[in-house]
């Protein structure tokens, strides 16, 4: 399965930096008891394979990815470690191979209407969009879609709750991330109650 129709349900997808791996199966719990079912665990920390894991055994009910992911052996170990998805910020031409070789579900960023011709010709029409608030936002997702209308996007950088419903009205957004869902102090409730804030922005899809 690749990763469009995998994440197909999902329009916010948190993108969490674990320090602690106790800390993950509460994490994912959380934002499960919120409402959202999907995580991206970034590979920004030490912690991150083994909270990955620990995701992937404990949290059924928890679509669970890898998040900075920049070659392909970062690929061979988030799923072996149970991911089921991965996410990078850019693309290589060696991730990419490594994806293709394992058929693993993978979200390539880009940020420029070449580099997401390069991912729509190596059949790639999910995109991260990274980092969207710098390159341009929802303002630049409105201008690619004229021009390469096959393209989806999962834009993430920058974005917080009151961009949510903008970033999600855009028809070419397929879902959004970011790390403002789990800041690093919060308790499992907090975390809970983020993800019903944010799912509340959701705007319904015509
Ligand atoms: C990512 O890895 O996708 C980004 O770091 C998320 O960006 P944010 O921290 O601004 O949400």
Redesign the pocket.
């Known amino acids: 399965m690749d990763a469009s129709t995998l994440l197909a349900a999902q329009r916010i997808v948190p993108?969490v930096v674990i320090e602690d791996a106790a800390t993950a199966v509460p994490t994912a719990q959380a934002l499960l008891a919120g409402g959202l079912s999907a995580i991206e665990v970034?590979l920004r920390s030490a912690a991150a394979i083994a909270a990955i894991r620990a995701i992937a055994q404990d949290v059924p009910d928890m679509l669970v990815g890898a998040?900075?992911v920049r070659g392909a052996q970062a690929l061979t170990q988030v799923r072996d470690a149970g991911a089921r998805f991965a996410v990078s910020?850019g693309h290589s031409a060696a991730l990419l191979e490594a994806a293709a070789a394992q058929s693993f579900p993978l979200v390539p960023g880009s940020a420029t209407p070449s580099e997401a011709m390069t991912l729509m010709d190596a059949g790639y029409t999910l995109q991260k969009l990274?980092?969207a608030e710098i390159v341009g936002g929802t303002a630049w997702l409105r201008a690619i879609a004229g021009p390469l209308p096959a393209l989806r996007f999962f834009p993430?950088?920058?974005?917080r709750l009151p961009q949510v419903a903008d970033y999600l009205a855009q028809p070419n957004v397929a879902c959004i991330?970011?790390?403002?869902l789990t800041p690093s102090d919060s308790t499992p409730a907090e975390i809970t109650q983020r993800a019903k804030d944010a799912l509340a922005q959701v705007p319904n899809r015509n």
């Open positions: 993108v970034t998040g900075s910020p990274f980092p993430t950088g920058g974005i991330g970011g790390t403002w």
